[in-house]
């Protein structure tokens, strides 16, 4: 599915481009952020590996969820190829960090008018057809270190991209 995130700011020089496809045992997805991107940081690539907080920089975002139940998964890529995917058994409960027997793909591309980032797992632990709702979120973190935040639907005044009330089906 292919998603325009909005922003939850009004005044913004970029537009973020999102989409997302889940086959039972594998995740892809690609953003493409698209604009005035002198504004933004996007750290330098590392070599992948997992880490935690990604959200305190620029990252990007995928919740998966099943409409029968309070858990879910978030699933959390940094421009640094770092990357992270959590189990919350209910609505903001501490994250746990699964176990998945293979290494991401993570793949980056930027020119003076866009940036991409692709990510594709393959997911056995997971049986990602269980899946009905997901939400697809934006964190870009600007040249002032202040974040902004885009989301499918943003919900509230301040982004929380847990809310269900945000997921789509």
Not at 60 to 85: H, R, V
Not at 138 to 147: A, M, Q, Y
Request: hydrophobic share 35%; net charge positive.
């Amino acid at each position: 599915m292919r998603h325009l995130l909005k922003s939850y700011s009004k005044s913004t020089d970029v537009s973020v481009e999102s989409r997302v496809t889940l086959t039972k045992e594998k995740i892809l997805l690609h953003f493409k952020v698209k604009g005035k991107l002198e504004a933004y940081q996007f750290s330098q690539k590392e070599k992948i590996k997992r880490a935690n907080e990604l959200w305190r920089a620029t990252c990007f975002e995928l919740f998966l969820a099943n409409s029968k139940t309070q858990s879910y998964y978030e699933i959390n890529i940094s421009p640094t190829l770092s990357w992270n995917i959590y189990y919350l058994e209910k609505y903001r409960a501490k994250p746990k960090e699964i176990a998945i027997s293979s290494k991401p793909m993570i793949v980056t591309r930027e020119d003076l008018q866009s940036y991409e980032i692709e990510f594709e797992l393959e997911c056995k632990e997971l049986d990602l057809t269980k899946f009905d709702q997901y939400n697809l979120a934006v964190i870009l973190l600007n040249k002032s270190n202040e974040r902004e935040f885009w989301a499918i639907n943003p919900v509230g005044k301040s982004p929380d991209f847990h809310d269900r009330g945000g997921f789509v089906f």
